[in-house]
């Protein structure tokens, strides 16, 4: 898998199993655990996917990709209350990120017999990287904002005026 592909799945999954750690604040409890095991699997295959060369497990990484986007739609359709508990927006973002993992690595799977792609040039890499991380940053931070962790973290009055008191 190229260089920037590679490190564009890293950020996606970063970004799902952020959102899905944040989720598990205020979760019920019934959906607490599961949101841990995949954020935190999501998390450290993302870090580690991005500090090495090769890909580690990308099969298991696709189904770990798209396992969470089915229970979601599994909990929309049996129990909407416990869906909406959790937010829409941060399930939508993690759902496109998982979907997106899942997509490049099949791809990556389908031409793995194809020669090793040749390695970008440092300019073309830094763009890549950089457009990447904000395109990833830009979806996070909304979806993190609108969990229990993100709408707790900031003091209601941080923002006013305090005029010297």
């Given at each position: 898998m190229p260089a920037i592909s590679r490190s564009w799945v890293a950020f996606a999954a970063v970004g799902a199993g952020l959102i899905h750690l944040a989720l598990v604040i205020g979760a019920p409890v019934e959906l607490a655990a599961?949101?841990?095991l995949f954020g935190l699997t999501e998390f450290g295959w993302?870090?580690?996917t991005f500090a090495r060369e090769a890909l580690l497990f990308p099969r298991a990484a696709i189904v770990?990709?798209?396992v969470p986007i089915v229970l979601w739609a599994v909990?929309?359709?049996v129990a909407p209350s416990a869906a909406a508990s959790l937010g829409?927006?941060?399930l939508a973002v993690s759902s496109l990120f998982g979907l997106f993992v899942a997509a490049l690595l099949g791809r990556h799977?389908?031409?793995a017999t194809a020669?090793?792609?040749?390695?970008?040039?440092?300019?073309?890499?830094l763009v890549g990287i950089v457009a990447g991380g904000l395109v990833i940053a830009a979806l996070t931070a909304p979806a993190?904002?609108?969990?229990e962790a993100g709408g707790s973290s900031v003091p209601d009055d941080l923002f006013l005026p305090t005029h010297g008191h």
């Open positions: 599961p949101l841990a993302g870090v580690l770990v990709a798209v909990l929309l359709a829409f927006l941060p799977l389908r031409r020669a090793p792609p040749e390695p970008p040039g440092i300019t073309r890499y993190l904002a609108s969990t």
